[in-house]
């Protein structure tokens, strides 16, 4: 019990030694930065140039004149960045004697190529009609599917490509049915079939034939 005593009596004593040793080291790396930003070609002041201390929520901006004032840390990274110029990144040495430090930051800037610009007159009422008329308008999604669809491209990639397994299957029985219906008597002929004959005028007209001899 007594010991407990003690070392609660030590640790009551050392505290305040502890936290004002603490306080301290913190009071040495508190900085002061302050300074002004400008161009790096013409020394000119630049204003409203962000300040910020990358990795906290913590940040200015430069005056009208480019003047800034800002309290950091030291081995802080601070970056300054502008609409057009090239952003720098600077690091507070850990090593900075004292807690104020001034500087002159000078920012280089940044080469943006745009894309070139033609400015023509406005048209005339003819010079639009012309151009309304014989503009040709690329077809949409609907328009190109149904192209795809269409019964002339069905039947000329039908020519083209050779039959799946489902449709030779589907053609060999139908085959077999044909030869099983006409089995033990002279298979009919479709020469005097009216339907065969007009299937055979739709397939000349859509030229089927043509195809199939390409």
Do not use: C
């Amino acid at each position: 019990m007594k010991k407990i005593i003690l070392y609660s009596l030590i640790l009551t004593l050392l505290a305040p030694v502890a936290a004002k040793a603490q306080f301290e080291t913190d009071k040495d790396s508190v900085v002061q930065l302050y300074g002004v930003v400008m161009s790096a070609d013409s020394l000119k002041a630049l204003p409203s140039v962000s300040i910020m201390v990358k990795g906290r929520n913590q940040g200015t901006i430069s005056s009208e004149e480019g003047v800034f004032s800002i309290v950091v840390l030291k081995g802080d990274q601070i970056e300054f960045t502008s609409v057009g110029y090239k952003p720098k990144l600077v690091t507070i040495p850990k090593t900075l004697d004292g807690n104020q430090q001034s500087m002159i930051q000078l920012m280089v800037e940044d080469t943006v190529y745009l894309p070139a610009t033609i400015i023509r007159k406005r048209p005339t009422r003819e010079e639009f009609e012309r151009d309304f008329v014989t503009t040709k308008v690329p077809d949409d999604q609907q328009e190109i599917a149904r192209q795809n669809l269409s019964e002339r491209n069905l039947h000329a990639l039908m020519a083209a490509y050779p039959m799946d397994g489902r449709e030779a299957t589907n053609y060999y029985l139908k085959q077999n049915a044909q030869k099983y219906y006409s089995a033990g008597q002279i298979p009919p002929q479709n020469i005097f079939n009216p339907l065969a004959w007009a299937e055979f005028i739709k397939a000349w007209k859509r030229g089927d034939f043509k195809n199939q001899n390409n």
